[in-house]
């Protein structure tokens, strides 16, 4: 009896279990412990077979190369294709000649002429198919392409200055160290399983363009003399439900850049929260250590002790562009920072960019972390050329204070959590504040965002709007909400603030150029007192 007991018993707890419903974080784990997401690319090529229907687990698995399952809004009612976006990771942002043709290919046979440019210096498209995967994947493998690690719980694409290998101001040449740094998480099933995403970012720019202040680990170039230049080591930036301005926790030498992040990636392998995805980056590790004692925790992982100094200035989010022609290091030669429209530029775009290339001699672009790109190597006799027919694509390399950094997420159109629609209002907004204000110099950083997420950035900027639902004549539609006054400068750094003020995105475009235009008409010098005062103060 007593056995028969007991068994009864366990029938019931494992009853139990079964009924109880995993949370968001078992579900996960759970997934990456029964198969890890690198050995999923298998499955893909057994799927684009078409013979089986593809498991829903394994559709999280193919994050780990690049594919998330995009929304069903631009689908046509009797289309039941599975459809993707892919994300191709652009090592150091760069794109040379073949690469862009292939680029461009894809996206006119596979994605139906979709392509953007993010805010990690990837590429991405939309309406993949499952079955066009082992052509997409060859196509790219042939050029050096990879999407391998490009979204998942793993370390993204290591964001660092466009014009590193080019820039005569710049501070450090961190092309070494980035490789080292890439070469280490490359395709690396010891850091194929993190408890979320990692981003890092590795640079030596005098502009501080790579935004260390959001970044999970970054590193920063500085000269403390004419020999002497060491890294500001900053750690647990990040935006949305982990928004943080990252902490200097210390400077290292440039050969112990890459000790440093396999040791921080190892601490957040072990430490970081497993029970709970919206308490699981870096940035909450740190927190719940403490950055002593995370210090402490690191020292314990390397042979040797990060370096105190003076910690140095840092450039305002909004001038932290590469805009215009510049002399190269390279004897007569250019190099041309451009600005995209919110990153959409299509496989139209991208022919249009690959055939003004090679007819005046330059070879390779690179991607910014503001969805533009550089032109590195172009002939300096064929510059000015290049910008007038970049310029009749829509390309601008001297852009408005608009063109220049308005950021726009995938949103409603493509994006599964999207509220709201931005890639084509961030372009329409941009054109009707260049009619409207055609006198205005100031530098100024606006987001399009489609949900709280904060893909595109928009508690950093000036001018945020933020995808919601709202009241309108009765019914509940999608809109924005207003947040101002976000600045990245390191330690002067402030994440924009929520106002409260909603409006449809048919009003957007008014509502953005009425804050200016009261802005323009008063007697505030800059854009952020204006709105520290003006706008927040008034709330």
């Known amino acids: 009896m007593h056995l028969l007991e007991n068994i009864f018993l366990i029938g019931k707890v494992e009853r139990f279990f079964k009924m109880k419903k995993e949370t968001k974080a078992q579900r996960v784990e759970r997934i990456k412990s029964q198969k890890d997401g690198l050995d999923v690319l298998s499955d893909i090529y057994r799927y684009a077979k078409g013979v089986e229907e593809v498991d829903a687990e394994d559709i999280d698995r193919f994050k780990w190369y690049g594919l998330y399952t995009q929304n069903t809004n631009l689908q046509d009612a009797d289309d039941k294709t599975l459809y993707f976006m892919l994300r191709v990771k652009l090592v150091e942002g760069n794109l040379n000649l073949k690469q862009l043709k292939v680029v461009a290919d894809i996206s006119k046979t596979y994605a139906r002429g979709t392509a953007d440019f993010t805010t990690r210096q990837d590429i991405q498209f939309h309406f993949i198919r499952v079955k066009d995967l082992p052509t997409i994947f060859e196509s790219l493998k042939s050029v050096g392409l990879t999407t391998i690690f490009a979204a998942g719980d793993v370390p993204r694409n290591v964001v660092t200055c466009p014009v590193n290998s080019v820039d005569a101001n710049r501070v450090y040449d961190v092309s070494g160290v980035v490789k080292e740094v890439?070469?280490?998480?490359?395709?690396?099933?010891?850091?194929?399983?993190?408890?979320?995403?990692?981003?890092?970012?590795?640079?030596?720019?005098?502009?501080?363009?790579?935004?260390?202040?959001?970044?999970?680990?970054?590193?920063?170039?500085?000269?403390?003399?004419?020999?002497?230049?060491?890294?500001?080591?900053?750690?647990?930036?990040?935006?949305?439900?982990?928004?943080?301005?990252?902490?200097h926790i210390g400077f290292v030498e440039a050969h112990q850049v890459l000790e440093v992040t396999k040791a921080v990636t190892n601490i957040y392998k072990e430490h970081g929260d497993r029970e709970n995805r919206n308490k699981a980056r870096v940035g909450h590790l740190v927190d719940n250590f403490g950055v002593e004692k995370f210090i402490e925790l690191l020292h314990s992982k390397v042979d040797f002790f990060l370096q105190k100094n003076e910690l140095q200035a840092y450039t305002p989010y909004a001038k932290r562009g590469h805009f215009g022609i510049f002399d190269s290091i390279e004897d007569k030669r250019s190099y041309i920072g451009c600005a995209a429209n919110g990153g959409k530029i299509g496989s139209e775009g991208l022919y249009k960019l690959h055939k003004i290339l090679k007819k005046y001699e330059a070879t390779t672009i690179r991607a910014t972390i503001a969805q533009n790109f550089v032109i590195t190597d172009l002939p300096t006799k064929n510059a000015s050329k290049v910008v007038s027919e970049l310029d009749n694509i829509g390309i601008s390399a001297n852009p408005s204070p608009f063109k220049a950094r308005t950021l726009s997420c995938t949103g409603k159109n493509f994006c599964k959590f999207a509220i709201s629609e931005t890639k084509d209002l961030a372009i329409e907004l941009v054109k009707s504040l260049e009619k409207k204000f055609v006198s205005f110099n100031e530098p100024i950083s606006f987001s399009v965002n489609g949900c709280p997420h904060s893909c595109a950035h928009p508690h950093v900027v000036d001018i945020g709007l933020l995808g919601c639902k709202l009241k309108h004549n009765g019914e509940t539609v999608s809109g924005f909400e207003l947040i101002v006054g976000g600045n990245l400068e390191g330690e002067k750094s402030s994440f924009g603030k929520k106002t409260g003020i909603?409006?449809?995105?048919?009003?957007?475009?008014?509502?953005?150029?009425?804050?200016?235009?009261?802005?323009?008409?008063?007697?505030?010098?800059?854009?952020?007192?204006?709105a520290e005062v003006v706008i927040l103060n008034q709330l």
């Open 182 to 247: 890439n070469e280490y998480f490359d395709a690396n099933k010891d850091v194929s399983n993190l408890p979320r995403k990692y981003k890092l970012g590795i640079s030596g720019c005098s502009n501080h363009c790579a935004s260390h202040e959001i970044q999970d680990l970054s590193f920063n170039a500085v000269k403390f003399r004419e020999d002497r230049v060491l890294f500001d080591v900053s750690i647990g930036g990040g935006l949305a439900s982990s928004k943080r301005i990252a902490s």
């Open 502 to 530: 909603k409006f449809t995105a048919e009003d957007a475009i008014m509502r953005v150029e009425g804050i200016l235009e009261s802005y323009i008409n008063s007697d505030y010098e800059n854009f952020q007192d204006y």
